[in-house]
């Protein structure tokens, strides 16, 4: 790799920060870095200098960068065919939806595309609101609270920030879309005692991505399982960031509940990110299962109730298959889980008084930091938020990761990272941590 503390060549970050603070929406808080290029783990910004990374894109780049298989995809199918209307028949999304069904998913239903994770969330809501109304009280009067828990994160549309038991990201929209209980998570008791009348789904994700990495644990994924059985819900289970292969399995509560998987049989899925390993695309998994008497809850969403007119084109969906082919026929998953595990266990061992925990599945795993210890480092900054101070100090290493709330950080290489790219990530990882360290008293 370059030289860590290589100078950045001048005017170069400083010529996009003018353009962006002149031509572009305030609504990111920006690094300054200015990619370039990138391939496979490594990135490359405007002044040449080289970066690993493990942020991904936030769990995007599941192949890397311009990986071939990706690359060789687009140039094929752009030659034949880029967009055409859902008034038509596309093929590309029929291949496309038989690999999530009988590979990813190994359960009877249908999908349907769309061009993002909050697009993926927002049809598993509609869904959700549908089936309340084919499902009503007994009153007749439609069910539509939906439970979703503390700490998630469903995106940035109306309705999924509503949904989103994150109060940061609520401020300053209000009124929001009624119908969303919040409840701990992990928490069986305050789940059963949320359900009313009113409710008709369970939304949640297996593996909580920007509220800090928190697991499910296997017996909470069981007894939602079991309260929408018993209360007639919807398990709707959000993978945008846990699902194909990040978390060590093509799905992420798999990972969890193991062997009990078959009890944990979610009503719909939502993926978008790692899907389409950085080429724009949504997905959403319905059961096969009846929803009234006469209709089946994959069929609910007829026509006319749910579009968009970008999602599942040619394109996108020949290019995502491309990806989960890749994923599937290298074994990424099975690489992902055992890569995940010796990162963790290669942590653990450094005892860093920095650090509290490190946790998740695969390759979606958050490094945890004591507030007070980050503060005695040198270089900290009253007011600094304590996750970007540590992904500032590794980027300046040459390792790009991910903040996830104020103490977390994030790792998401790819899931094809090699032994050798792991080895020099956590070995910039350890020398920051050791140089960042409170002198012993």
Request: glycine content about 10%; aromatic content about 6%.
């Amino acid at each position: 790799m370059n030289d860590p503390l290589a100078i950045v060549a001048p005017g170069k970050v400083e010529q996009a920060q003018q353009l962006l603070a002149q031509y572009v929406v305030p609504n990111y808080g920006r690094l300054n870095l200015v990619p370039e290029r990138g391939q496979g783990a490594l990135l490359w910004d405007q002044a040449g200098r080289q970066y690993l990374d493990f942020g991904g894109g936030v769990a995007v780049t599941s192949l890397g960068h311009c990986p071939e298989v990706m690359v060789r995809a687009i140039n094929e199918q752009a030659k034949k065919l880029i967009h055409c209307s859902n008034w038509y028949q596309i093929a590309e999304q029929g291949q496309l939806a038989k690999f999530i069904v009988e590979t990813v998913m190994d359960e009877a239903g249908k999908c349907f595309f769309c061009n993002s994770g909050a697009e993926a969330n927002e049809g598993l809501i509609k869904l959700a609101r549908k089936f309340g109304h084919a499902r009503p009280q007994n009153d007749g009067a439609p069910r539509h609270e939906i439970i979703t828990f503390h700490q998630s994160f469903h995106g940035r549309t109306m309705a999924t920030i509503s949904a989103t038991a994150q109060q940061k990201v609520k401020e300053g929209f209000a009124p929001l879309l009624e119908g969303f209980v919040h409840v701990d998570f992990n928490d069986i008791g305050a789940l059963r005692a949320a359900i009313s009348d009113r409710t008709v789904a369970i939304l949640l994700e297996p593996i909580q991505g920007e509220g800090g990495i928190h697991v499910a644990t296997p017996e909470f994924l069981e007894a939602a399982a079991d309260l929408c059985r018993k209360h007639d819900l919807l398990l709707l289970f959000d993978e945008v960031q846990s699902g194909i292969g990040r978390a060590g399995h093509w799905c992420s509560w798999k990972t969890i509940v193991g062997d009990r998987s078959t009890t944990v049989i979610p009503d719909g899925v939502s993926w978008a990110k790692g899907i389409g390993g950085g080429f724009p695309i949504g997905a959403v998994w319905i059961r096969d299962r009846a929803a009234t008497s006469h209709i089946q809850l994959c069929d609910l969403l007829g026509v006319g109730s749910h579009g968009t007119t970008y999602g599942g084109n040619p394109l996108a969906c020949a290019v995502a298959l491309a990806v989960l082919q890749e994923i599937d026929q290298k074994n990424l998953c099975d690489r992902s889980r055992d890569a995940g595990e010796q990162i963790q266990k290669t942590i653990r061992s450094w005892n860093s008084p920095l650090l509290s925990e490190v946790r998740g599945h695969g390759l979606l795993l958050g490094m945890e930091f004591h507030s007070e210890r980050v503060e005695q480092a040198p270089g900290w900054q009253p007011g600094t938020v304590h996750s970007i101070f540590i992904v500032k100090k590794l980027m300046e290493a040459g390792l790009l990761t991910v903040a996830a709330g104020p103490r977390v950080v994030r790792l998401l290489p790819p899931l094809n990272v090699t032994d050798e790219e792991i080895h020099t990530a956590l070995s910039i990882c350890h020398r920051v941590l050791q140089s960042l360290a409170p002198p012993a008293p």
